[in-house]
T-cell receptor, first 113, second 115 residues
């Protein structure tokens, strides 16, 4: 089955700086790569996703890049703000995710004032 | 529009007891999922149901059973709870978007402790 590795497990950045979280996947058939944000005590929520036919996608301060050849994808957050503090999970799946997502173990992003 | 509702929010069990976690969605989604979340382990898929009447095992199905009661409801049962099943359980549902992706909507979670 699919295996998703996520790094780092904890990331601390100064408010206003950028943050980058990286994931690798094992199954070259995977074609859907979402990112979920989970605030403390809350449920995970989708923040951005990318399909395998696209190399980059942006939504305001967040962007995701995908390198299919190397089987890795990354989340970029620019101009970080206190409300960006959360745990971020990357995931991968085939078939758009209908049979469930395989998640990475998560990155705890801490925004230092 | 409540989205995905799961009950109970908290439960404490003794080893060997049984219980059922209930999940219901009101978004007319075809697919439903049960995940467990443990510290440092991310979210791991227990079972999923791609459509009413079908269920399939995920990554960690041992010790669990599921029932897709109808399109709205998907329950998770622990027949004989073990301390290793202490976890936070999330139910989710999804429907295919226009771009082909299945976006998961999660419930609020159920924290289960097995003593």
């Amino acid at each position: 089955g699919e295996n998703v590795e996520q790094h780092p497990s904890t990331l601390s950045v100064q408010e206003g700086d950028s943050a980058v979280i990286k994931c690798t996947y094992s199954d070259s058939a995977s074609n859907y790569f979402p990112w979920y944000k989970q605030e403390l005590g809350k449920r995970p929520q989708l923040i951005i996703d990318i399909r395998s036919n696209v190399g980059e996608k942006k939504d305001q301060r967040i962007a995701v890049t995908l390198n299919k050849t190397a089987k890795h994808f990354s989340l970029h957050i620019t101009e970080t703000q206190p409300e960006d503090s959360a745990v971020y999970f990357c995931a991968a799946s085939m078939g758009g995710g209908a049979d469930g997502l395989t998640f990475g173990k998560g990155t705890h992003l801490i925004i230092q004032p | 529009n409540a989205g995905v509702t799961q009950t109970p929010k908290f439960q404490v069990l003794k080893t060997g007891q049984s219980m059922t976690l209930q999940c219901a969605q009101d978004m007319n989604h075809n697919s439903m999922y049960w995940y467990r979340q443990d510290p440092g382990m991310g979210l791991r898929l227990i079972y999923y149901s791609a459509s009413e009447g079908t269920t399939d095992k995920g990554e960690v199905p041992n010790g669990y059973n599921v029932s897709r009661l109808n399109k709205r409801e998907f329950s998770l049962r622990l027949e004989s709870a073990a301390p290793s099943q202490t976890s936070v359980y999330f139910c989710a549902s999804s429907a295919r978007q226009g771009n082909g992706a299945n976006v998961l909507t999660f419930g609020a979670g159920s924290r289960l402790t097995v003593l």
